[in-house]
T-cell receptor, first 118, second 114 residues
Framework: AQKITQTQPGMFVQEKEAVTLDCTYD???????LFWYKQPSSGEMIFLIY??????QNATEGRYSLNFQKARKSANLVISASQLGDSAMYFC???????????????FGTGTLLAVQP | DSGVTQTPKHLITATGQRVTLRCSPR?????VYWYQQSLDQGLQFLIQ???????AKGNILERFSAQQFPDLHSELNLSSLELGDSALYFC?????????????FGPGTRLTVT
């Protein structure tokens, strides 16, 4: 069965520094997608970044990058140059299969609460 | 703004009652998903619809039902409500055209059962 593990319940980082949020996953499928979402205190879920299991390069979106290590089954999120507005809960999620239109349910981890300090 | 809308934003009701949560997906998205977020269960997938048809079911209780209408909006019906149903309910939508079929979430409906 699919499982996402986020072992850091909470993290602190100084403003302008980089931070890595850990995510490991378990699946028997060869084809899958990995996602990171941000949930600020206001409650909405914001899509940040996607990595497909066959992507050869790590995904990047602005200050976000995904450190994908397939053999270790890890998909860590790296936020560079942290800003106060980055303070939020961050969720790692996985979807089995790569084909759009099929079952696309997401399995989420328990989240990491990031606090950016000035 | 994700482009996914949900109403109402907040809902307070009593045990045993029935409520309907409404979701409008992003323009052009055919897939709609419902998730429940609670303190004890975390974020749980409930159900997916694709162009009006049920596509996948998660840990959705029999007291809960959903549908997707021809205009692609979706409703989640929760009946015989219990205190444990208090949670944040999210709707999300996705497009087959997006590379990762990433799901865009609405702002959520916070349900409080008293």
């Amino acid at each position: 069965a699919q499982k996402i593990t986020q072992t850091q319940p909470g993290m602190f980082v100084q403003e302008k520094e980089a931070v890595t949020l850990d995510c490991t996953y378990d699946t028997s499928d060869q084809s899958y997608g990995l996602f990171w979402y941000k949930q600020p205190s206001s409650g909405e879920m914001i899509f940040l970044i996607y990595q497909g299991s066959y992507d050869e390069q790590n995904a990047t979106e602005g200050r976000y990058s995904l450190n994908f290590q397939k053999a270790r089954k890890s998909a860590n999120l790296v936020i560079s140059a942290s800003q106060l507005g980055d303070s939020a809960m961050y969720f790692c999620a996985m979807r089995e299969g790569l084909v759009c239109g099929a079952t696309n349910k997401l399995i989420f981890g328990t989240g990491t609460l990031l606090a950016v300090q000035p | 703004d994700s482009g996914v809308t949900q109403t109402p934003k907040h809902l307070i009701t009593a045990t045993g009652q029935r409520v309907t949560l409404r979701c409008s997906p992003r323009s052009g998205d055919l897939s709609v998903y419902w998730y429940q977020q609670s303190l004890d269960q975390g974020l749980q997938f409930l159900i997916q619809y694709y162009n009006g048809e049920e596509r996948a079911k998660g840990n959705i209780l029999e007291r809960f039902s959903a549908q997707q209408f021809p205009d692609l909006h979706s409703e989640l019906n929760l009946s015989s409500l219990e205190l444990g149903d208090s949670a944040l309910y999210f709707c999300a939508s996705s497009s087959d055209g997006d590379r990762g079929c990433e799901q865009y979430f609405g702002p959520g409906t916070r349900l409080t059962v008293t």
